[in-house]
């Protein structure tokens, strides 16, 4: 029995990770801002992480094995963590992004150095605090967020650079939808005018990486992607058989395009993670459930039903 404490974790992926560590019987505790009720179980704690007087206030003493860290998104908020949980846990697991690759442009699939956060530097005097300048920059505040941690945390930290993310009923996302009501109305899905594949896993396979994570040894960033990318296309051709209708594309040379079609090429390799032991599925067995799955569950407009 382990003590695990999960940060964020109130929806989608979070919520099957706390029940997986649930099931195996661990102990734990999740900590968020108390925006949604939390899941049942669990111990639960107050705070914006982001606030590191409230952030100690809410932990006290408590100490953990394993922190599992779903809502890392800056810099500060991982000097923040640096710090009050130097002492308090073994191993720290951060969820982060394919993104960090989005500089990227290769045919062959990415690994793992190809973003060493040894080298990035950070900012830790940017406006992370502001909403728009945080969103804008995703990609680059999860790399500096690991860039934070890599330069010394005094506990073992991984970095899960995780694919894009399809399936479940609460996929709150919309993107499926917008596929789906642009295919039903008959009107045309705007892509690049070189359209890449990218890489993708099932959001329960990413519950499943996690929690085998957790329990493992090895540090560093490691890419977690379900075998077999997918273009554009391959998702619409899953979304057909549940608006009756095929979708057409145009290319777009400048402007706004749809989500998941890329410019670029940087589909992650998950070699390091196969090797260290998870058997990946392949998207061919997963995706029309994933579909089927989100937009069945959401009218097939992308709207979430509450």
Not at 240 to 261: H, I, N, Q, Y
């Amino acid at each position: 029995m382990r003590d695990v404490l999960v940060i964020g974790g109130n929806r989608y992926f979070g919520k099957r990770l706390i029940s997986r560590l649930l099931n195996s019987g661990d102990r734990v505790t999740v900590l968020n801002r108390g925006s949604s009720a939390p899941p049942a179980g669990v111990t639960a704690l107050r705070a914006d992480r982001g606030d590191e007087h409230a952030l100690r206030t809410a932990l006290g003493p408590r100490g953990f094995d394993v922190v599992v860290d779903q809502v890392c998104y800056t810099p500060r908020q991982a000097d923040i963590a640096r710090r009050v949980f130097a002492g308090r846990t073994g191993r720290y697991v951060m969820t982060s992004t394919v993104e960090v690759y989005e500089y990227e442009d290769s045919a062959a699939p990415v690994g793992e150095n190809a973003v060493d956060p040894l080298t990035l530097p950070v900012d830790l005097a940017a406006p992370w605090d502001d909403a728009d300048f945080r969103d804008g920059h995703y990609g680059e505040g999860k790399r500096q967020a690991e860039a934070v941690f890599a330069a010394g945390a005094g506990f073992d930290w991984v970095s899960v650079r995780t694919a894009h993310v399809l399936g479940g009923a609460d996929d709150f996302t919309g993107r499926l939808g917008h596929y789906a009501s642009l295919m039903r109305a008959g009107r045309p899905v705007a892509v690049p005018a070189t359209n890449h594949p990218a890489t993708y896993i099932h959001v329960e396979e990413i519950a499943d990486f996690l929690f085998w994570a957790a329990a493992r040894d090895f540090t560093g960033p490691v890419n977690e992607n379900s075998h077999g990318p997918l273009t554009t296309a391959d998702i619409c051709a899953a979304i057909g058989p549940l608006t009756g209708t095929e979708a057409e594309f145009t290319a777009v040379e400048v402007g706004e395009t749809s989500p998941f079609s890329f410019a670029r090429s940087y589909g992650m390799d998950n070699a390091r993670a196969t090797a260290l032991g998870f058997a990946f599925g392949h998207t061919a067995d997963w995706l029309g459930r994933a579909v089927a799955e989100t937009l069945g569950a959401h009218g097939g407009d992308g709207e979430a039903r509450r």
